[in-house]
């Protein structure tokens, strides 16, 4: 949301820019999207993890957000070992963009103390329209899956995201 009204784009040009090999395929089309449910609402367009960048995750509480978080639930029987994700933005608010965040798995999907920081990022600067992919070390399963945004890159009132994707080890 940006001044109380929906914001969406459609200047959409697929990624380009530097690939780094992934792990394995993006996986983050199985299962159920999850987001933020305290006193910040996360607005979701269905779309956040489904490899087009075709819309955005926006943080949101009918006022001024800076941080959030957004992720998947994988369902029962079906947990993932996630072990790298990488982000997409584009257009010209990079000051919304995610600066500070930790990338978390749980099998509870409570978010209450019992979740792992699988990794931990801080001041970064994403470009526009180019992927920024995060590799980390992980072996264990999880249900659960998010990034939890503590800063943006400055903006008073929002938070936003095109795209993400998690894959597995191959």
């Known amino acids: 949301m940006l001044n109380g009204e929906a914001y969406w784009t459609t200047d959409f040009t697929p990624p380009t820019g530097p690939y780094s090999p992934t792990p394995g395929a993006d996986v983050t089309t199985v299962g159920f999207s999850i987001g933020q449910e305290s006193t910040q609402g996360g607005a979701y367009d269905n779309v956040l993890n489904d490899g087009s960048a075709a819309g955005s995750w926006y943080a949101y509480d009918s006022g001024d957000v800076t941080t959030g978080w957004t992720g998947q639930d994988f369902g029962s029987g079906n947990e993932k070992t996630i072990a790298q994700y990488k982000l997409y933005n584009a257009g010209v608010l990079t000051t919304t963009w995610p ?27 994403l470009t526009a329209e180019v992927w920024a992919y995060y590799p980390f070390a992980n072996t264990t399963q999880y249900r659960y899956y998010r990034l939890n945004v503590s800063a943006n890159g400055g903006d008073a009132t929002n938070l936003i995201i095109r795209e993400i994707e998690m894959m597995e080890n191959s």
């Open 99 to 125: 600066v500070d965040w930790t990338f978390e798995g749980s099998t509870t999907g409570a978010w209450g103390g019992e979740e792992v920081v699988l990794d931990t990022q801080t001041g970064q600067s």
